[in-house]
Nanobody, 130 residues
Framework: HVQLVESGGGSVQAGGSLRLSCKTS????????KGWYRQAPGNECELVSS?????????WYDSSVKGRSTISQDSADNTMYLQIDNLKPEDTAVYSC???????????????????????WGQGTQVTVS
């Protein structure tokens, strides 16, 4: 039974930081390409960061968060993290973690809605920046 459970969302003032966690189970963590999507009301679902399979040394960031975010993983605990610093009101969205053992998430950079119809997805966590 596959599970991805996000935590760490909440309300924060602009300029603050959040660390999102995604605890996974039910699939081989190191074999999956993993990442974080977000969707704000009225917007598409967009990939903001991804981390490759294996040791996780291959990372990617959308330009909207590049330079102020860090994606990481703890393979021993099957958990992925996303730290975002200097949060902005435009970061307000539901953040969902996702994993795929079939394709790199970058092949599906933008979706009409989260969750997508591929791979494995968490239920989402709200981030509100004011």
């Amino acid at each position: 039974h596959v599970q991805l459970v996000e935590s760490g969302g909440g309300s924060v003032q602009a300029g603050g930081s959040l660390r999102l966690s995604c605890k996974t189970s039910g699939f081989t963590f190191v074999d999956a390409d993993k990442g974080w999507y977000r969707q704000a009301p009225g917007n598409e679902c967009e990939l903001v960061s991804s981390i490759g399979s294996g040791s996780g040394t291959s990372t990617w960031y959308d330009s909207s968060v590049k330079g102020r975010s860090t994606i990481s993983q703890d393979s021993a605990d099957n958990t992925m993290y996303l730290q975002i610093d200097n949060l902005k009101p435009e970061d307000t969205a539901v953040y969902s973690c996702a994993a795929s053992t079939e394709d790199a998430l970058l092949f599906r950079y933008r979706l009409s809605r989260c969750p997508g119809t591929f791979g494995y997805w968490g239920q989402g966590t709200q981030v509100t920046v004011s």
